[in-house]
């Protein structure tokens, strides 16, 4: 079975096409559930990484 997450810099990220994560989208919001999308680049994560070590 294929890993559906990859690690960035310790960072877990959702491992997809852009087609496969527009359709799971579009069958969410045909379902009515809820979906909290968030994109990282590697200054976001780095930035989050040096402030929970504070």
Known sequence: MEK????IL??????TTQQQFID???QKAENQEKKFVVTAN???VMSAK?????
Do not use: D, M, Q
């Open 4 to 7: 559906k997450t990859v690690e």
């Open 10 to 15: 310790g960072v877990p990220f959702y491992r």
């Open 24 to 26: 799971e989208l579009l």
């Open 42 to 44: 590697p200054e976001i």
């Open 50 to 54: 040096k402030k929970s070590s504070i």
